[in-house]
């Protein structure tokens, strides 16, 4: 993924199994399996007895995407606060709250490290939900917003900075009970991503 972000092929480009595996010394079974599963989230499409053919992002797949996430994402706040207070969670929630708190604080030098943080981030709340399938989901979504190979590198700082806050506000609302906060800090978040995203379709 970060060598497509780098080398920006365009939509419609053809990618060979062969020619990936010789560039980062894998199988090609293992860059296989990676396409396929890249293809179900609609980044590329195999053609029959053919090479793998990178696709775009549509505005419509982004509504899509926003829609089932907001499901997701706001179904495991609402878990969250049925945890024991003697649960793990608790702990690597604190412990995701001062990296942030550290993140934002060198953000300037740091900001390519966001994306990882994110991930966790999200990955800890969709797991409250104890539910296998959001799990799978939060991985396509780490791919997609992280990933995109069109993303404008304009402004990525404040971008990942202000992603930075809204993530402390989620948390500071989870720590102190306040379940109609951390629902609406969720959702001004998802809102803000969905926002961006819908720019750089646009924009491209």
């Given at each position: 993924?970060?060598?497509?972000?780098?080398?920006?092929?365009?939509?419609?480009?053809?990618?060979?199994?062969?020619?990936?595996?010789?560039?980062?010394?894998?199988?090609?079974?293992?860059?296989?399996?990676?396409?396929?599963?890249?293809?179900?989230?609609?980044?590329?499409?195999?053609?029959?007895?053919r090479s793998w053919i990178l696709e775009g992002f549509t505005e419509q797949?982004?509504?899509?995407?926003?829609?089932?996430?907001?499901?997701?994402?706001?179904?495991?706040?609402?878990?969250?606060?049925?945890?024991?207070?003697?649960?793990?969670?608790?702990?690597?929630?604190?412990?995701?709250?001062?990296?942030?708190?550290?993140?934002?604080?060198?953000?300037?030098?740091?900001?390519?490290?966001?994306?990882?943080?994110?991930?966790?981030?999200?990955?800890?709340?969709?797991?409250?939900?104890?539910?296998?399938?959001?799990?799978?989901?939060?991985?396509?979504?780490?791919?997609?917003?992280?990933?995109?190979?069109?993303?404008?590198?304009?402004?990525?700082?404040?971008?990942?900075?202000?992603?930075?806050?809204?993530?402390?506000?989620?948390?500071?609302?989870?720590?102190?009970?306040?379940?109609?906060?951390?629902?609406?800090?969720?959702?001004?978040?998802?809102?803000?991503?969905?926002?961006?995203?819908?720019?750089?379709?646009?924009?491209?």
């Amino acid at each position: 993924m970060m060598w497509l972000k780098d080398a920006q092929p365009a939509p419609g480009s053809r990618l060979s199994e062969a020619a990936l595996a010789r560039r980062f010394g894998v199988s090609n079974t293992a860059i296989r399996e990676f396409l396929i599963g890249l293809s179900r989230v609609g980044f590329i499409r195999k053609e029959p007895q053919r090479s793998w053919i990178l696709e775009g992002f549509t505005e419509q797949y982004a509504l899509e995407l926003h829609e089932v996430r907001r499901m997701f994402e706001c179904r495991a706040i609402r878990a969250i606060f049925d945890i024991p207070e003697d649960e793990p969670f608790w702990g690597k929630l604190l412990r995701l709250r001062q990296e942030h708190i550290q993140l934002r604080s060198e953000i300037d030098t740091r900001f390519t490290e966001f994306s990882e943080l994110d991930t966790r981030f999200h990955r800890t709340l969709n797991a409250a939900a104890g539910n296998r399938f959001m799990d799978g989901f939060q991985d396509s979504i780490s791919v997609i917003f992280h990933f995109h190979y069109r993303w404008s590198k304009k402004n990525q700082v404040g971008r990942n900075g202000f992603a930075v806050q809204e993530h402390l506000e989620i948390i500071d609302a989870i720590l102190r009970q306040d379940q109609g906060a951390a629902t609406a800090a969720l959702e001004r978040h998802l809102e803000t991503a969905h926002q961006t995203f819908i720019a750089s379709l646009q924009r491209d």
